[in-house]
């Protein structure tokens, strides 16, 4: 008789789970686990959090779904609080864990901790699988010898050698849980009542927002809307889900193929393909790079030119800098765990060009504040824009008036976001913080 530990990470679902999938089928007992990290909550080296409030709502409502759909299959979730290793590691040696389960990591904190793990029980067998990406670690091991050094080989690279795999369905049946009881796990706070907008944390919530864009005829021109600052309908609007892992990348390329053979297969539906194959890039990326990940000099080594302004850092994060498409886009951000792919690409290019601030504080806010913040997309993005990383043409700098002229022509998404700029001077305190005269 074996028992086998279930550890849920970034991949709240039942759905086309292959780790959970192997947990139901080879365990005898099987108990499933969630573990809450309080440290993420807490300003880090940044001085921001890993994970900020809204995020932190988001996933609340993920887990409460899960713990439901576990349920209705007979299985608890626990959900426990504290560092994860230290947790685990007290559950593997008081149940006796035989088998370790979960969804390979993608960052590098994470991947840590898992060898840590296995570092400290050699006996334990973890058993990893990919659930966050389309293609799986033995399908990549020859295509990323060398790793490509940019988007577009690996965009070449994947389409002219790769067969996706098919989603798997939905786990059903587990084993029982072993009996015993867990002291230390904690009732799955219910969610409170404030909503984020457009999106609720959970699998279910994301069947039924895949169900709604791929019955609509939105895909179908997806390419000529996917810019605009804002709209739901603007993009296929995946990402928060994909981030939680609520959602499964393969099974969002499932329902694009029967659209495609259903209604229509054009440059728009092939889009999304594309885009999907720019996370796909960026999590292999992640786990190539590992640690470089974070760093100022990024992959290639280069060193921006850069300095610390407090002051410039706060406008840029409140949105009350000179530009007022920059103030429009950070406060949506603030207000809503949101801001469109083109308001990323304007911010970030204006905290490294305008600005002329380090990098990482931008993707470090962006952290702690996006719904949908994903370890590789983030990080991997932020370098590509600093110059620091796949872009081998470099530094990417976005004129902001000629962007605001372009997509946001008669000023409704500033004035929406109340983005006019309250003054036109980047520095209004000296390097000492104090105030800088205004002559009149
Ligand atoms: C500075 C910066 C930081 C970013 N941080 C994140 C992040 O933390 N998490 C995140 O999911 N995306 C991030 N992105 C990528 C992109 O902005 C979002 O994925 C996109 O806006 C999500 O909206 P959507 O689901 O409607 O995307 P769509 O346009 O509908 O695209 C479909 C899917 O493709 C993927 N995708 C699209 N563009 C990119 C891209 N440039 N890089 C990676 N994946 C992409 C997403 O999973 C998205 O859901 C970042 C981009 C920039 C420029």
Not at 121 to 150: C, G, I, K, N, R
Not at 207 to 212: A, F, K, Y
Request: proline share 7%.
């Amino acid at each position: 008789m074996n028992t086998g530990l279930y550890w849920f990470t970034h991949d709240l679902r039942l759905d086309d789970n292959p780790a959970l999938q192997q947990a139901a089928r080879q365990c005898d007992y099987l108990l499933v686990v969630y573990v809450q990290d309080p440290s993420l909550e807490r300003p880090d080296t940044f001085n921001t959090a890993r994970l900020g409030s809204k995020r932190k709502h988001f996933l609340i409502e993920g887990l409460h779904d899960l713990a439901q759909q576990l349920q209705t299959c007979g299985q608890q979730l626990h959900c426990l609080t504290g560092n994860p290793v230290d947790v685990l590691t007290d559950l593997i040696s008081q149940l006796g864990i035989d088998r370790l389960y979960c969804t390979r990591p993608v960052g590098w904190y994470e991947q840590r901790q898992l060898s840590e793990l296995s570092h400290r029980f050699p006996h334990l067998q973890p058993v990893t699988a990919d659930a966050y990406t389309l293609f799986d670690q033995a399908q990549m091991a020859e295509l990323l010898d060398p790793f490509p050094v940019s988007f577009s080989a690996f965009r070449r690279r994947v389409e002219k050698k790769l067969t996706l795999p098919a989603p798997l369905p939905p786990v059903r049946d587990f084993p029982p849980m072993p009996r015993v009881a867990i002291d230390a796990a904690a009732p799955i706070l219910k969610p409170d009542t404030a909503d984020n907008g457009w999106f609720k944390g959970g699998e279910l919530a994301a069947q039924t927002h895949l169900q709604r864009y791929f019955s609509s005829s939105l895909p179908a021109t997806y390419k000529q809307v996917r810019n605009e600052l804002d709209g739901l309908d603007n993009g296929t609007r995946f990402s928060p889900w994909l981030a939680q892992g609520s959602l499964s990348p393969r099974r969002v390329m499932r329902q694009l193929q029967q659209y495609e053979q259903r209604e229509t297969a054009n440059e728009s539906t092939y889009w999304i393909f594309f885009e999907l194959l720019w996370r796909e890039y960026f999590q292999w990326y992640a786990r190539h790079h590992d640690h470089r990940l974070y760093h100022l000099h990024g992959i290639q080594q280069r060193s921006p030119l850069t300095s610390f302004y407090p002051q410039r850092f706060k406008s840029w994060c409140e949105g009350s800098t000179p530009w007022p498409l920059v103030n429009a886009c950070m406060k949506q951000l603030k207000a809503t765990g949101w801001m469109s792919n083109r308001g990323r690409q304007i911010v970030a290019s204006c905290l490294v060009n305008e600005l002329a601030l380090d990098w990482r504080y931008g993707a470090a806010w962006f952290e702690q504040e996006l719904l949908d913040y994903d370890v590789a997309s983030n990080w991997g993005n932020w370098q590509y824009l600093a110059g620091v990383g796949a872009d081998p043409r470099g530094k990417r700098r976005f004129d902001i008036a000629k962007q605001t002229r372009q997509y946001d022509p008669q000023g409704d998404f500033i004035h929406r976001w109340q983005g006019e700029a309250q003054t036109l001077a980047l520095d209004h305190v000296d390097a000492a913080d104090w105030p800088i005269p205004v002559r009149h």
